[in-house]
């Protein structure tokens, strides 16, 4: 067990609904990366997030967005969803290191399938 | 984009010792080494880490070459529940702690 806890674990929903996926990372880390993983792909750095500001973007459309909350829990919010947006959506976190590096610990992901 | 090559695919015969290569030529000398395994659809799981030294932990073994142009993962003693996808990846240093990840080797370990 990681201790990154994502929810729900599986999603269905139709072409241009809106999604919420939460995700509450391990105890005592500021940071949380979003990954999106299509089927039989690799995976894609969406964005992250560090004590509640963003830090980092990767590939995230204009129809995506997330946040991070004051009590460190994130939520990503996919919208106008298309049938191209079925995947595997993983939370990771991370501390902030002081010394070295920390690796990051990934939750279970949430399936996401649009119909 | 990923700053590794790694191979697409590899098998390892049970009890024997899996040993996965990474290039990252362009490596810069304050970037680290990582290597994560995703088991099937599971969410990746993080095996070890290293700047220039060799790193041994209770899953693997991390070798990285002297110019650390290029580094192998070795499973010492295979099983089939190593039977995964390997990603090797080099940590991107701009401060915002981006991990990118690329295609991985997908190790089958045979019974």
């Known amino acids: 067990d990681s201790g990154v806890t994502q929810t729900p674990k599986h999603l269905i929903t139709a072409t241009g609904q809106r999604v919420t996926l939460r995700c509450s990372p391990r105890?005592?880390?500021?940071?949380v990366y979003w990954y999106q993983q299509s089927l039989d792909q690799g995976l894609q750095f969406l964005i992250q997030?560090?004590?509640?500001?963003?830090?980092a973007k990767g590939n995230i459309l204009e129809r995506f967005s997330a946040q991070q909350f004051p009590d460190l829990h994130s939520e990503l919010n996919l919208s106008s969803l298309e049938l191209g947006d079925s995947a595997l959506y993983f939370c990771?976190?991370?501390?902030?290191?002081?010394?070295?590096?920390?690796?990051?610990?990934f939750g279970n992901g949430t399936r996401l399938t649009v119909t | 984009d990923a700053k590794t090559t790694q191979p697409t695919s590899m098998d390892c015969a049970e009890g024997r010792a899996a040993n996965l290569p990474c290039n990252h030529s362009?490596?810069?000398?304050?970037?680290?080494v990582y290597w994560y395994r995703q088991i099937h659809s599971q969410g990746p799981q993080y095996i070890i880490h290293?700047?220039?030294n060799n790193e041994t932990n209770e899953m693997a073994s991390l070798i990285i070459t002297e110019d650390r142009k290029s580094s192998t993962l070795i499973l010492p003693h295979a099983t089939l529940r190593d039977t995964a996808v390997y990603y090797c990846?080099?940590?991107?240093?701009?401060?915002?702690?981006?991990?990118?990840f690329g295609t991985g080797t997908r190790l089958k370990v045979l019974a």
């Open positions: 990771a976190s991370s501390a902030q290191p002081v010394l070295g590096e920390t690796p990051l610990h």
């Open positions: 105890s005592g880390d500021l940071s």
């Open positions: 997030y560090y004590n509640g500001e963003e830090r």
């Open positions: 362009t490596i810069s000398g304050n970037e680290y």
């Open positions: 290293g700047l220039k």
């Open positions: 990846i080099v940590r991107v240093a701009s401060g915002t702690y981006k991990y990118i």
